[in-house]
């Protein structure tokens, strides 16, 4: 009897196929932007947690009121289109409440739903946080 055959144990990827890929990142005025949101957030007791994560053509920033739990707010940075820079969207769990070409055209609404202290007034009732 044959033992059953191994799985390879590594993905051999050529070099110009991983440079073609489309890679997004935040930069450091744009972090500097969302961390300036999260530390008054989080001064206020409001967020807890936040995660940094990069997928194919997107870069995201997503922030949590309990770390166990799913994103209360999140920052998609898509990859260049037709303008140079990407495109914004801000999500509350899972609804878009904005989108923009700039960073600060979709946080102007979460800024001043923070300010005040109030939801953002585009999430359905039955998505916001009590």
Request: proline share 8%; no cysteine; aromatic share 6%.
């Amino acid at each position: 009897m044959q033992p059953p055959p191994r799985p390879p144990m590594a993905t051999v990827t050529r070099l110009s196929d991983h440079r073609r890929q489309r890679r997004v990142f935040f930069s450091r005025a744009e972090l500097d932007q969302l961390l300036q949101i999260y530390s008054r957030q989080v001064m206020r007791g409001v967020w807890r947690d936040y995660a940094i994560d990069q997928r194919d053509g997107t870069a995201t920033f997503s922030v949590f009121r309990h770390s166990l739990e799913s994103p209360l707010f999140t920052v998609v940075k898509s990859a260049p289109g037709e303008s140079r820079h990407g495109t914004y969207a801000l999500l509350h769990r899972r609804v878009r409440l904005a989108a923009g070409s700039t960073l600060p055209d979709v946080l102007v609404k979460l800024e001043r739903a923070v300010r005040t202290g109030r939801r953002p007034v585009a999430a359905p009732a039955m998505l916001t946080p009590n």
